[in-house]
């Protein structure tokens, strides 16, 4: 459940992001892992989704998705949903994004989707990693740079589970 706290900062950080006032008329639990709780939102400016989480066992998570979202956008070769905003209240940490309606797949959708896809893998970069490490589900991952994919992999992906 959203509380009435987590609700006014959630409303306070899109009125920021659209320079207009931005009220909750509504939200919807939604489905999702076993580390955030998921919610549609409704406003008198649309929908958005919010996922939360305890800020103190995950410190920097949402921070570190939104930073993976807009690199993932930049290319602007995949449709993925664009961070908002990332803010914290009574403990709870959340991330606001952009709201994609669930439907069902075009009879084009998966060959889109492929097309996309290899797009962004022919976006490049002379080393492999980035920029800030990040979390896979609950646990951090290390994302420090290599000069090459194998030692990337090995000592950042295999190594860390050993």
């Given amino acids: 459940m959203i509380s009435e706290a987590q609700q006014k900062s959630i409303e306070s950080d899109?009125?920021?992001f659209y320079?207009?006032?931005?009220f909750l008329?509504?939200?919807?639990?939604r489905g999702g892992?076993?580390?955030n709780d998921a919610y549609e939102l409704k406003t008198n400016h649309g929908k958005f989704f919010v996922k939360l989480n305890s800020s103190s066992q995950y410190p920097d998570?949402?921070?570190?998705?939104?930073?993976g979202l807009n690199a993932l956008i930049g290319p602007n070769v995949i449709d993925v949903p664009a961070p908002l905003a990332v803010g914290e209240a009574e403990g709870s940490a959340y991330l606001i994004l952009e709201y994609i309606e669930n439907g069902?797949?075009?009879?084009?959708?998966?060959?889109?989707?492929?097309?996309?896809?290899s797009n962004?893998?022919?976006?490049?970069n002379e080393k492999f990693g980035f920029d800030t490490d990040n979390y896979i589900?609950?646990?951090?991952q290390s994302n420090k740079w290599h000069a090459d994919w194998t030692n990337f992999f090995i000592q950042e992906r295999l190594e860390p589970l050993v």
Avoid: D
Wanted: hydrophobic share 35%.
């Fill in 104 to 117: 069902k797949p075009g009879n084009n959708f998966w060959g889109q989707f492929a097309h996309s896809l």
């Fill in 120 to 124: 962004l893998h022919r976006v490049n």
């Fill in 33 to 35: 892992g076993s580390i």
């Fill in 137 to 140: 589900g609950s646990l951090t």
């Fill in 14 to 16: 899109l009125s920021k």
């Fill in 61 to 67: 998570m949402f921070n570190r998705e939104a930073e």
């Fill in 19 to 22: 320079g207009e006032q931005i």
């Fill in 25 to 29: 008329t509504g939200h919807t639990v």
